[in-house]
Each structure stands twice: as C-alpha cells, then as structure tokens.
C-alpha cells in the first residue's frame, strides 16, 4: 500500500468514526477519555519501552539536547498526561448546546446549535504528549483526529494512541476517532492537508516555518498560529508603577512564549522619566535592550534597533523599544508590525483605553494587563489546542469552542413559506 | 502597469481603507451609505447610459436572452437597490460589540468584541444589483470590499461604484473602501485570489463551476456556497397534511433555489399511503418524479433514479424520492448524499425530531419546517450576503456578523501573571 492510499484509508475511516462520535453522548465520550487514562495508567511499563525506542534512535540521529529533553516520558510527564485527561472529562460538553432559538415572524423558531468539526488533522512536533492533549480534546468536541507527530516519537506516539483505542473500544466508540499517522515518510503530511473529503480542518503545533509551509500547501483549511510580536504600550496618562510592572512581567515572566512582549512603545511625554527605570530593571534581569534613535537619546548606551527589529520574535532575553508620539503613532506601528498576537495599552485615559481596544487588530487586545495573560486558561475557556492569529473561525486561544462550528436549527409546526 | 501590480495596488488601498472604515462610527457609515443611495438616485441616466453600454456589448457577442434579462438595470432595480440601501444602513450595527465580558481568577475581565474582517473580495457574475448589496453590507460591518463583477456589466458596476464613491467621499470615508475592479482580464481574478497580505477572505456568488475554481486556486479563506441537495424526510409518526403541505412548498414554492428540496424521503411504513397523494401533487404542478426501486413498487409508471439522481441539484421541476427503512435509514442517506445545506425531518416523534437535528451534518437542519426557510430574512438576520456550507467561520445564511469576526478584549487594574 502506498502512502497516499494509507492515508486515504485513514482519513475514510476517520470520516465514518467522526459520524458516531459526534452522534455520541457525553457521558460515554467522558467515560472514553477515563478509560484512556486507566489504560495509560496501566501501560506505563509498555510507555516507558517505546520512549527508549525513540530516545536511543534520537542518541543515534544526533538529536539535539533540548529536543532529547523534549522526547522523554518522565513518570512526572506521564503523571501530567493522566491529570490533563481527568480534566478534560471535568470540562462542559460544548456539543449540542442550542442558543439564540428566537421565533420569526413566519412562526418557525431559529437557533444555533454547536456541532463537531468532524475530522481534524494535528500536526506537531517532538513532545508526545501533545498526543494526549490534542486527542482528549478533539474527542470531547466530539470530533475525530488523525493525528501526526514528530518522526523521532513515533514509538512513543504509537504506544499512546493504543491506549487510547483501549479507551475509546472500553467505552463503545470506534477506534477509529483517533489515529496516529504510523508512518516516518514526509508524503503523509502533503497527503493529510490535502483530503478535504476527509479532514475538515488541520491544526499545526510547530514552528513558524512547519506552519507557513502546511498553510501554503494545504487544500483544507489550516487554523494557524505563526507569532507573537507583541507589544506594550505606555501611554501619556499610564500610571508609572503599573506601566513598569506590565512592561517588565510582559517581557521577563517567560521568555519563549509566544504571549512575551517583543516590542515596547513609550509615549514621547513619558520616555525621559519611564525609560532610565526601565532600563535599570530590564539590566538587572539581564534583559537586552534595542532602542530607535529617540530611545537613544535617553538611553545612548543601548544599540541602534534595525528596521528588522520591530518584525522579530526574539522569544528570549531582547526587547526593541520604540518612542512614539502618542497613542496614533502607536496603533499605526502596532498595525504595521504586530503578528496579531496579542497588545497591550497602560493608560488612565478612558477614551484611549476604548480607541486602543477597538483599533488594534489584533486577536487579543488588553488594557492595563500583562501580555501573558493571553492564554486559554487565563481566559477561562478551561483547555487550550493552540492560539489562531488569524481571523476566520477562532482568533485569540482556541478551547473546545474552537473546535466546534455553529449550524442553524429550525423548529416548526407545519410552516410553509408563502 | 500590468495587472499583478495594478491589482496590488487596489489590495494596499483597500488595506490602509480598511483600517479607517473598521475605527468610522456607526453614524458615518450609515451616513456613507445614505449619501451612496442619493447619488445613484442622482446619477439614474449616467447608469441608464453605462447599462445601454453593456447591454451593446452583450448583443453584440451573443449572449443568452437570461443573461441579457440579469444584465439590464431597470428603473424599478434601481429603486431596489435604493431601497436596499436604506434598508442596510437600518440595521444593527454589528461591530464593537463586546459579549461574554466575565471576571477571571486572576481579576482580569476577559471578553469578545465584534470587529470587522478587513478587506473582502466578492467574485460575482451579471447582475449589477450585486455590486450594491455586497459593498453596503460589507461597509455596514466596517470592511473594504474590492468587486469582481461579470465583465459583462463592467460599465454598470464601474457607474455604480462612482455614486458609492461619492457617498464615502461625503462622509469623509476613503473612496477605496469600495473598489470594482476595472478590467475585463480574467487574470485578475487570479490575482485577487492570492493575495492574503490585502484581502482576508473571498466570497464568491455564482455557480458551482465558479466557485469550485476559486476555492482550488485560492490563497485566501473563501466562504463558499456550493450547491443546495436539500432534503426532506416524512417521518413513520409524521401528520400526513403537514408532510404534503412541507413536501409540496419545499419542491416548488420555487424552483431555482439553492434551498428548494430535491430528494424526498419516505419512511417504508408511510410509502404506500402517502406517495400517490404526493404523486398526484406534484402531477398537478409538472414535477416530474425519479423513484428508488421501493417507490417505483407503488409508482409504477415514474421513471427510475440512478446514483447520480441522489446527488443532483435539479434546480428545476424534477424530484427525486426514495423509502427509506426508518430515521437511521434517512439521517445516513442525508450523510451520504446531502450537500449540507438544508435538511428537513417531518415528525411528531420527539425523540427522532431531535436525533435528527443533531445527526445531520448540515448548515440550517429542520423540524416540520419547509426547507424554502434556510434564508438570511426568514432566519431574521436582516441582510444576506450569501449561504455558506462551510464548516468553519460560517455556516449557513451569512448576514453582517459572518462578515466580522470576534477577538479577545482583556480589562485590567495592572494585573500581572505571577
């Protein structure tokens, strides 16, 4: 059998297990996800095996050091995996759920009703445990994934996605509703995102240049995250206390997520006063500091930020610093350089705070707050699949909401139209 | 110039319009649009003259008598248009609109806000009434549009964009938050297509061919529409008045609709008692019937449907019927066959009226409703740009909130993530 034929007998068979789960209660999707948790439980030695499968191949390919790390299934990891499955069965079924039902005129009653997607595609990179996450969330929607992970974790992913069937088989659904692509071969993903037949929707894990490649190929809708180029503003009216607190949690709370603020803009009126205490503080948490030429003015010691430098997700210890005339000057950079992630304005202004919320066209936009907080489970949504920086379908983080699409229902008694 | 620039050109206006038009007030753009309703009312004989253009160059290269019918911009379509835009800049004002605004944990409020989608491209064939609709809705939800129309109406469209332009002029709105593209070469669509950096996202209205060619091409989401295989079950329980008259009205209220009924299903118990007296109904009224081997058991004389038939959108006075065992029988040949659009249950059963509401995986599904109901007004969302049988952004009617989008808005005191 050819890859393209594996695949499609994958994808078929995906579409028909997508029928039953959506059509499945959420008492025996809960008791899906439990199972799976019992039978990972259970299968820690069967785990443990094929993760040394993956890790010695890794030692042999040269795999770096982090990704090495990223690879291993500790016990604590396993322990995490178990934890994440309890608490997806905790969470509301968004499935079925029926809202807006109003009368019309004509007597018919609409509403909307959430349903599954059907069929999603996930792919992602080294750690295996997005294997668990992803598939516990997907079939809590009610949706059926295929699931392709990092060639180096094959092993590993194969021995989840068994228990997983364990799960699914112990709690009557198809096994079918979650498939690990078994295969290493580089065509399998050029086939997965593009068998709209099959799949409905395909979510990359990954680095930016995985998601720009699957986005430029893919023939079936692609929910996508490239980067975080955010950014904090300090306006005229900020409160000094709070402006230093946003700007300095934004940046150093975590480097390498993609909610750090990568660029600070500072009100022209506030630059002489803010930046030298900025500046202290981003020195002694070692922060490198990129500033325009007004920056400099105040701080000549910095280097010269580059024109690259507004583009850049550093996800590490730099931070370009722009000062800007006032709040226009900031939402027009903001709207030229932002990757849509998330921003933030630090300001007593009422009618700035308001302007600033609705003119950054960004897929979260905050008001005195840390960018950090742009998060699934800061946002209440109770799970997080990924963050979409796009502006179809889910934008900002995607729980199961986002993993569902809205249908319109009509209940009448006979109506016809005239 | 040649047309990959000149299209690009019309992309970056559109883009930098976009911006201004999303931060406009309500008031200026209902004003926009009241003033755009002034000027054609003004500007009746330059369209006359632009029509009589087109309509030269319709007879002079042949084109078809329904072709020229569309084309033809009639004073009483012209009061249409009028009226529509009066009706469009009534409406509700869908952006900027915040929901779901809850407290966290953490002391932020999270929550939603309407905001528009940017730059629309709308791809459409004859009628010029289109360049109206599709520019007021997308202005109404604060979005630039640039319009592809038929390059048989070219002059029309090009004359109707000029009073639209008048009408932003006079609100102080940029002119390029309506553009028609003006050239007859096909590339443009091509080019249009495939520029993600300007346009965010295409809608094309016309037929299946069309909208199949630009889905495969395109670079951008499409919210698409393609063909309407609407179905209607009589269910075992179902009251037989309510079925005729459901069944009746869904066949033939109207004919060409994208949700008119084109296969009707009978529950096996209900074959023998309801199919002649729908048979004689639909004698009356010319609609020709293509039955399944059960149905022909007691319609002898009715021709008997291929494979194809279950799939085919008559658009015309043909049905296709099949006895179906039951509601698990229907709810998989909808599955099977359906084109997602609009599917019917006729019933008294409650439980099988919400299996099926649940079950079928289509954009509008009904209970005892006739399916001619699937519309943007009978759903009452006062506009209608189109239907979408996507999955994702959009389903089913799209009014003026299919054409925003929704982002997180955060309000914070100065909290920070610890």
């Not at 990223?70 to 604590?76: D, I, N, S, V």
């Not at 068998?195 to 998601?211: A, T």
């Not at 981003?282 to 500033?291: A, I, K, S």
């Not at 350089?337 to 933030?344: A, G, I, V």
């Amino acid at each position: 059998m050819d890859i393209s034929q594996y695949m499609e007998a994958l994808g078929r068979s995906a579409r028909e297990a997508s029928r039953l789960v959506a059509a499945s209660s959420t008492a025996v999707r809960n008791s899906a996800l439990l199972a799976s948790r019992d039978a990972l439980d259970n299968a820690r030695a069967e785990l443990a095996d094929a993760n040394a499968q993956d890790l010695e191949r890794g030692r042999a390919n040269g795999l770096s050091a982090p990704l090495m790390d990223r690879l291993e299934l500790t016990p604590a990891r396993i322990d995490s995996m178990l934890e994440g499955l309890s608490q997806v069965a905790a969470l509301a079924d968004p499935v079925g759920s029926i809202s807006d039902l109003k009368y019309m005129p004509s007597g018919i009653q609409v509403g909307r009703m959430q349903v599954p997607l059907g069929v999603i595609g996930i792919i992602y990179e080294s750690r295996p445990n997005v294997t668990v996450d992803a598939a516990s969330l997907c079939l809590k929607s009610g949706n059926a994934t295929i699931l392709r992970g990092g060639s180096e974790a094959l092993a590993s992913n194969c021995a989840i996605a068994a228990c997983l069937k364990q799960g699914l088989r112990s709690a009557g659904l198809p096994e079918a509703a979650v498939q690990v692509v078994d295969t290493r071969d580089r065509a399998a993903v050029g086939k997965l995102i593009t068998m709209p037949e099959y799949v409905d929707v395909i979510i990359p894990r990954g680095g930016k240049s995985l998601i720009e490649r699957i986005s430029a190929d893919a023939r079936v809708p692609v929910i996508k995250h490239l980067d975080g180029v955010c950014h904090v503003f300090i306006d005229d009216s900020a409160d000094e206390e709070m402006a230093l607190n946003i700007a300095i949690n934004s940046k150093t709370q975590r480097y390498g997520t993609c909610n750090t603020m990568e660029t600070l803009l500072v009100a022209q009126a506030r630059a002489a006063q803010v930046l030298p205490r900025l500046a202290a503080r981003y020195g002694e948490l070692g922060v490198e500091l990129r500033g325009c030429s007004q920056t400099r003015e105040v701080l000549p010691e910095i280097t010269h930020a580059t024109e690259q430098d507004w583009y850049e997700e550093y996800l590490g210890p730099i931070l370009s610093v722009k000062v800007v005339a006032g709040l226009d000057d900031a939402i027009a950079h903001i709207n030229t350089y932002s990757s849509q992630h998330t921003d933030t304005i630090v300001t007593s202004d009422h009618g700035h705070a308001m302007r600033f919320l609705r003119e950054v066209d960004s897929s979260s936009v905050m008001i005195n707050a840390s960018t950090r907080f742009a998060d699934g489970f800061e946002f209440g949504l109770g799970a997080e699949i990924g963050i979409s920086t796009d502006k179809l379908h889910a934008r900002g983080p995607v729980g199961l909401e986002g993993l569902t699409s809205r249908k319109y229902v009509v209940f009448g008694e006979g109506q016809v139209r005239r």
